[in-house]
């Protein structure tokens, strides 16, 4: 509520935006009440082994049986791989953008930063499937199997190349720009002042910069709880590239599933098997819970840095 002293033109300007915050918020409400509604009889029938079986058993004249561990896993693994890739390119590409690059080109190259972070997610797929999985299984996966095989996350012989490891290196190239986004505009808002105090006490150029980037560490954190939250639900892309496998490996050479994927795969034949559409529901609560924690925190982490400037 606004304070009394505040003109009374201002506080109808602020009450006619509070419909609108509002409305907001209980479609908010209203998605999340209506998928945990619809998905109910599938967490009734399988409770929470639900969510640590790995099997996929639909049937036609009964209820099948079902568990969303293998999709649930390649979630989780995809998108951690993405974020550790996208990270070093993330921060790298911010301070070359605020640092090193001229003046006249900082705008432009922020400009198709963020083209580039709203690009469309079947065109990263189709790049993806195509020329991405072909590189990465002759030049990374079997070199990598061929060499160093004994370790369990390389120990799988790479086949089509579509696996946990081309879904998250294409979620890494699709999560980069928006990544980069998001710290290139908190290392452009600490104040010029703060920049004078790191370069004073600096013997060399790098290490103001590290200065710097330790100013903004809570928005570095933040970038990566978003970028890991909307990885997590990247869906046509990754389908094309993750192998579409109902296995649960170490191996990041493996084919494996993923929860988005899953429910774009299936939910168009879901209603001639009993069940299926509501275990596919319950997938979605699943990516909602995640999402809605993961963007909560990224945005408190956020918050921590709006003292700068």
């Keep these: 509520m606004p304070p009394r002293s505040v003109p009374r033109e201002d506080r109808l300007f602020y009450f006619s935006l509070v419909p609108f915050a509002y409305i907001i918020i209980a479609a908010l409400l209203l998605l999340a009440l209506s998928i ?42 995809s998108a951690f791989i993405a974020v550790v890739l996208a990270l070093p390119l993330s921060v790298s590409l911010a301070i070359a953008v605020e640092e090193l690059a001229p003046k006249p080109l900082r705008g432009a190259i922020a400009f198709l930063n963020d083209v ?54 294409l979620l890494a190239f ?57 990885a997590a639900g990247e869906t046509v892309a990754v389908s094309l590239v993750v192998g579409n496998s109902f296995n649960v490996s170490l191996c990041l050479f493996a084919p494996s599933y993923t929860v988005s994927a899953l429910i774009a795969n299936q939910f168009g034949n879901a209603t001639y098997y009993p069940l299926m559409p509501e275990v596919l529901f319950a997938g979605g609560v699943f990516l909602f819970v995640i999402g809605l924690v993961i963007n909560w925190m990224g945005v408190r982490m956020i918050e921590r840095v709006r003292w700068v400037g």
Aim: hydrophobic share 50%; charged share 15%.
């Design 36 to 77: 945990t509604w619809k998905a109910l009889p599938a967490l009734e029938a399988y409770g929470i082994d639900l969510f640590l079986r790995n099997v996929w058993a639909p049937r036609e004249d009964s209820p099948g049986d079902y568990g969303l561990l293998a999709a649930i896993y390649g979630t989780l693994v």
């Design 116 to 169: 580039a972070a709203g690009f469309p997610t079947i065109a990263f797929g189709l790049w993806g499937v195509e020329y991405l999985v072909p590189f990465l299984r002759d030049y990374v996966m079997r070199p990598l199997y061929s060499s160093i095989g004994f370790l369990p996350t390389f120990s799988c012989e790479p086949l089509s190349g579509a696996s946990l490891l081309a879904a998250g290196t």
């Design 174 to 230: 699709m999560v980069t720009p928006f990544m980069t986004a998001l710290i290139r505009e908190a290392y452009a808002s600490v104040p010029f002042h703060l920049r004078e105090a790191a370069a004073s006490v600096s013997s060399a150029w790098y290490q103001e910069v590290l200065l710097v980037l330790g100013m903004i560490k809570p928005a570095i954190v933040a970038a990566l709880l978003l970028g890991y939250g909307r």
